[in-house]
């Protein structure tokens, strides 16, 4: 499948859902519907809506339309049939699929009602992004659009509405979460504990492979090449030119170094081999591994005292899935992404400040030094994994599909009071799904939702 194909799919299903959305129509102008304007909206369902459809529910000033629920429904089957997975029966997944979307809603119009506005700039921003994941110009995106029969200016204004809910979602979730001294408290003494039972180490390696089911005579070249290294390193040489000079990993640049990391996220082998050395000294002897002979240094060991944190500064490239593109089409974009960058067709830092939709894009994505707990635990764990100027895979966030890059690491002792608030941060990302899931709640609790039944 090519990569026009690939886009013109995406964009077909953007142009889809931009068509149901556009079909939403308002209840009322102001506030809650009165009695009197309930019962014309009642009285005029056929005429408010395309033919054949009719309103599912009314919730504050939006209306939910059948055909938005069959195009929902559809969209899960399409889903779940490339996955594999199993839908529940087709009345208890219409039944979901209708109070998804008046979830939706409720947000969206307490969006509208709070205030907030997208400035034109941002969404300008935005519909670039929509075109360049498309493989189009906004020009072309627009001709697209007119095409199809989308009106553009509601195609702004459905887009538009998805950055508002985003942005007054973390507006009004964060101070929703309490954190007590005591949780603080624990969180640190756990931390304390870790690092004691689990030693951060820092080691460079040089590694020369050996490839699966090698003949004997070359396992034994591959040997002797390892022994030269190490009789070079011993003999005064220093270890990162050799390093450079020999090693087959991707450490090899940054003289071998692998960057600090629990004892428990290293080999085995590695951990029993720099048992006993101090900073600075080379294991004696070769170390064999499946991936072939190891030429070993340790660099540092944290064992605990006072607190130290594994800083990193990693840069990311971030996709936010919309109505108009969908989570598994945003990872098939990151995808595509890595690929090319990987293969050195686009530069990290490019694709980045072209089609990131996160505020590190003018900067390639850059993130600075972050502590642990600073980034949300999804992200965090996965760039956690990276070795240094690793790319990882698709990631899926709350705010969306990334693709990360570890640039550096660096252990760091934190005083107290930052340790306090690294802790509290920690914590919070911890709480924000409890806190949300309260917050819709509560909204929904508060919000005027009329079910209607299907006309007969």
């Not at 919309?322 to 989570?327: C, D, S």
């Amino acid at each position: 499948m090519t990569d026009r194909t690939v886009s013109h799919r995406l964009l077909a299903s953007a142009l889809a859902l931009a068509m149901a959305a556009g079909a939403h129509l308002s209840a009322s102008a102001q506030g809650r519907p009165t009695a009197t304007e309930r019962a014309a909206a009642r009285a005029t369902d056929r005429s408010a809506t395309r033919p054949g459809d009719y309103i599912v529910a009314v919730v504050n000033q939006e209306l939910v339309t059948a055909v938005e629920v069959e195009m929902r429904m559809r969209r899960l089957a399409e889903d779940a049939a490339r996955s594999g997975q199993r839908l529940p029966p087709a009345d208890a997944l219409r039944k979901q699929v209708v109070e998804d979307l008046i979830e939706e809603r409720v947000i969206l119009t307490f969006s509208r009602e709070s205030g907030g506005k997208i400035d034109e700039v941002e969404l300008n921003r935005a519909m670039q992004a929509v075109a360049a994941q498309n493989q189009l110009t906004t020009d072309q995106l627009r001709d697209r659009l007119k095409k199809e029969g989308i009106d553009y200016a509601r195609f702004r204004s459905n887009l538009s509405d998805q950055l508002l809910v985003e942005r007054t979602r973390e507006r009004e979730v964060y101070p929703r979460i309490r954190i007590t001294d005591a949780e603080i408290d624990r969180l640190i003494d756990q931390q304390r504990g870790n690092a004691a039972a689990d030693p951060v180490i820092n080691v460079a390696q040089i590694l020369v492979t050996v490839p699966e089911g090698a003949a004997e005579s070359v396992v034994a070249e591959r040997r002797a090449r390892a022994e030269g290294a190490l009789a070079r390193v011993r003999g005064g040489a220093a270890f990162a030119d050799v390093a450079r000079e020999v090693s087959e990993d991707g450490n090899r640049q940054q003289g071998g170094e692998i960057g600090p990391r629990p004892g428990s996220r290293l080999p085995d082998l590695f951990v029993a081999a720099v048992k006993t050395l101090k900073p600075g000294e080379v294991a004696p002897a070769l170390v064999r591994s499946g991936a072939g002979f190891h030429v070993l240094r340790l660099l540092s060991r944290d064992d605990g005292g006072p607190l130290r944190v594994t800083q990193t500064r990693a840069r990311h490239i971030l996709i936010r899935p919309t109505e108009q593109l969908r989570v598994e089409q945003a990872q098939a974009l990151v995808a595509e992404y890595r690929r090319r960058i990987e293969s050195g067709a686009r530069k990290f830092e490019d694709v980045a400040r072209s089609f990131s939709e996160d505020g590190s894009a003018a900067q390639g994505g850059d993130l600075g030094w972050t502590s642990p707990g600073t980034l949300v635990p999804e992200f965090e764990e996965a760039m956690n994994r990276l070795p240094i100027d690793g790319l990882s895979p698709p990631v899926t966030s709350r705010f969306g599909v990334h693709l990360i890059q570890v640039l550096e690491r660096r252990q760091i002792e934190v005083d107290p009071k930052q340790a306090r608030e690294q802790a509290r941060a920690a914590l919070r990302e911890q709480k924000f799904e409890g806190a949300y899931a309260d917050w819709v709640r509560d909204l929904r609790g508060r919000a005027y939702v009329e079910l209607r039944e299907p006309p007969l």
